[in-house]
């Protein structure tokens, strides 16, 4: 069965092809290569056995999409990740994530649409939510207004595949992510973000490594434990295996709604110091940081409500907080070896 992964050669696209290859489908990556290298189908094909097929392909040129589905029209579902996702950059440069994000999944869709049987998986973020009044969050928190642009797109998209799916033979479900970090246990995939991390993992593996000279945590007054703000960090591979389960709900029919949703954590909550402190336990360091003014976009905290992907979907994140940066520090040494 052959499954079209978009930015397939990203950091969560790679670990769900890793995961689609090990449970036995047949993936075609799709990926412009703007934030990422061809040496991740090394790491692959390293840990599967498998060389994934590969196209390089930019989906903002609706007729090279077009095209793609004439030529694949075999494609029995899609998992969609290519997309921006910075929320500081799409705030300085809101034209290119509304490009980037809107016009690629609108392109996907009207070639899904002339499908007699459709199924996506789309990869949206608890950014949807902005700064929830209640946590932990559930999915049916309701929809604040978007904190930049990035969490904008998200929201429209979301609100495109809905109202796609009411009139066309799409059924989709939207996995809500929360803060996806960490590598594969083999060190052959994991997080390489071109230039600046804009993620607070790899700027602290960076900066253990000496990359970087300190870290900056943005504010220390917010109403939290310790003053930093809270998040949902997520072990890559828990994030991916979520993916294969959804994937496998839509081609099994086991959906009882045409677009579905669920929040994608551990459940618990992680300040920005807690993380430092997991990160120096498990790599044996003081880490150099320096307390910085907020950053614009940020929210004070926001965590899953995992119940309904536990209890639906039969998926649980299985992986610790400091298990995760255990994989990521991993992943930083043999990158920099």
């Known amino acids: 069965m052959k499954i079209l992964v978009t930015g ?4 969560i696209g790679s670990h769900t092809v890793v995961e689609l290859q090990n ?10 290569l703007s934030n990422t290298s061809l040496d991740v189908l090394d790491g692959i094909s390293n840990i599967t056995g498998k060389i994934p097929a590969f196209e390089k392909l930019d989906l903002r040129e609706k007729d090279k999409v077009q095209e793609f589905f004439k030529r694949h029209s075999d494609v029995a579902g899609v998992i969609h990740f290519a997309a921006s996702k910075a929320v500081g950059e799409s705030v300085e440069n809101p034209l290119l994530y509304y490009e980037n994000n ?3 999944l609108v392109y996907i869709l009207q070639e899904l649409q002339k499908k007699t049987d459709a199924s996506l998986i789309f990869s949206s973020s ?8 209640i946590m932990p969050i559930t999915e049916d928190a309701s929809i604040q207004e978007a904190m930049s642009p990035y969490g904008n797109t998200k929201q429209i998209g979301e609100e495109i595949i809905t109202d796609v799916a009411k009139v066309t033979n799409v059924n989709a479900i939207l996995l809500r992510y929360f803060n996806p970090i960490g590598s594969h246990p083999s060190a052959e995939i994991g997080e390489l973000p071109i230039g600046v991390p804009q993620n607070l993992v790899p700027f602290i593996t960076q900066t253990g490594f000496g990359l970087r000279k300190e870290l900056s945590v943005y504010g220390d007054d917010y109403p939290t434990v310790d003053g930093t703000a ?5 072990h890559v591979v828990d994030l991916a295996k ?5 994937l496998q709900r839509l081609l099994n029919k086991k959906n009882v709604a045409k677009v579905e949703t669920f929040n994608l954590g551990t459940g618990t909550g992680s300040t920005v110091l807690e993380v430092i402190k997991a990160f120096e336990k498990v790599s044996g360091q003081k ?13 004070t905290s926001a ?3 995992t119940d309904k992907a536990n209890n639906i979907l039969g998926w649980k994140a299985q992986s610790s907080l400091e298990e995760s940066m255990a994989s990521a520090w991993k992943w930083e040494q043999k990158v920099r070896s």
Request: hydrophobic share 40%; charged share 20%.
């Open 8 to 11: 397939g050669l990203g950091f």
């Open 102 to 104: 809107i016009n690629t």
């Open 230 to 234: 809270v998040r949902d960090y997520i």
């Open 303 to 305: 965590y899953a409500n």
């Open 242 to 246: 979520a993916h294969v389960v959804a």
């Open 23 to 32: 449970e036995g489908f047949d993936v075609i990556i799709v990926d412009n």
């Open 287 to 299: 880490l150099p940081y320096k307390i910085v003014g907020r950053r614009e976009g940020d929210i």
């Open 126 to 133: 608890c950014t949807v939510y902005g700064q929830a009044e």
